[in-house]
């Protein structure tokens, strides 16, 4: 897989890169910092111009027994539509065996290019000696977003994303989507690069947000404003285009063009939502709390296709000896189940899709646009 990575690139994959450089060259220029798409990718993709599109979509299935279950609770009982699979971790198999006796499930690949807790690690699927800018001295991916931006290069990064593409087909499913585990494929421009080329190569469709992201926007504007309170700073300014999406529209536009569907925006915060202070973690609580939050949050969609990320997972004392995050995974996996939250989503008119549904729709229009 590494030899077939760094081969020679083909007169076609030399433009696509140039195209790729170019474009997030120019998405970084002044100009284009206002740059709006319209109409919105869910019309573009047959929807109307008001409907507001929804993929719930678990991330870390095939982390542990507990996030597997989770998962497929959230999607056969509840309105999840979508889950990501982390590769390198050692409950894959048992998430595979699923999935394959049940085809229908609208699965991806939640690409893996760090170990974050502390004692459960795992290493690249390619193995230590093949990529050793991904490692750290006991061979296992590294534990943060900052560690891999300073060590792996894009050559390990491409290598190691197929290879969990390859993975995925040869132990039988065929992921429906891509997507990046804590962002990792965003944090430099020549990762999104090789992020892009490898979606638009393999025809498989990659999460980018190149709409109006306002939820994205949403978010890290709060967080700026955080940061400005806590140093006394805030003043009530208004705050510039966070930089991170600076680059998104251009970005948007090049994926759309190698025949894969875009995101319009991205909900991104729920893993951040914690109980009041003193309240119990119990399920009653911890349901209500995320339902109230999940339901305000689908009141305050645009319209367009948003992608909404979650991490349900049914959390108890043996997930707790991987990470403290149990309360929060396990209260968005009750709230995907509620009746509530089933009531809001009719209620508000919401769209609920998967990426198959995406791939599948942008395929039709290129099958359209070829035929004319």
Not at 58 to 78: F, L, P, T
Not at 257 to 284: F, I, K, M
């Amino acid at each position: 897989m590494m030899a077939q990575s760094l081969r020679s690139p083909s007169p076609r994959t030399l433009s696509t890169r140039r195209m790729l450089i170019a474009s997030l060259v120019a998405a970084l220029a002044p100009a284009g910092l206002a740059v709006a798409q319209e109409p919105t990718y869910a019309e573009r993709l047959g929807w109307g111009p008001e409907d507001r599109v929804v993929i719930f979509h678990v991330d870390d299935a095939g982390m542990s027994h507990q996030s597997n279950v989770g998962a497929i609770r959230s999607i056969e009982e509840g309105v999840a539509t979508s889950m990501s699979v982390m590769m390198p971790c050692g409950w894959v198999p048992e998430l595979v065996e699923y999935l394959k006796a049940h085809p229908e499930t609208d699965a991806g690949l939640h690409l893996t290019l760090t170990s974050e807790w502390d004692g459960y690690r795992w290493p690249p699927v390619l193995g230590a000696p093949r990529v050793p800018g991904l490692v750290d001295s006991g061979g296992h991916l590294w534990g943060s977003v900052a560690q891999v931006v300073g060590s792996a290069t894009p050559d390990e990064v491409e290598a190691e994303i197929r290879a969990q593409i390859a993975k995925a087909r040869a132990m039988g499913f065929e992921p429906t989507h891509l997507d990046s585990h804590m962002g990792t494929l965003f944090a430099t421009p020549a990762f999104v690069e090789r992020y892009i080329k490898v979606g638009v190569e393999t025809g498989i469709p990659i999460m980018m947000p190149g709409g109006h992201n306002t939820a994205l926007r949403k978010q890290y504007h709060d967080e700026i404003r955080e940061r400005l309170e806590r140093r006394g700073e805030w003043h009530g300014q208004e705050l510039p285009e966070p930089p991170q999406l600076v680059p998104a529209p251009a970005m948007g536009r090049l994926v759309w063009q190698g025949g894969l569907p875009v995101l319009d925006d991205l909900h991104n915060t729920s893993y951040g939502w914690r109980l009041p202070e003193g309240a119990e973690p119990t399920d009653e609580n911890l349901r209500a709390m995320k339902v109230e939050r999940y339901a305000q949050a689908l009141r305050e969609l645009r319209p367009g296709v948003t992608m909404i990320i979650l991490h349900a997972t049914d959390a108890d004392d043996n997930f707790d000896h991987i990470s403290g995050s149990g309360p929060s995974r396990r209260g968005d996996m009750l709230a995907m189940i509620a009746p509530e939250l089933r009531e809001v989503v009719e209620e508000e008119g919401i769209i609920l899709t998967t990426w198959r549904e995406l791939g599948q729709r942008r395929r039709q229009l290129e099958r359209v646009a070829t035929s004319r």
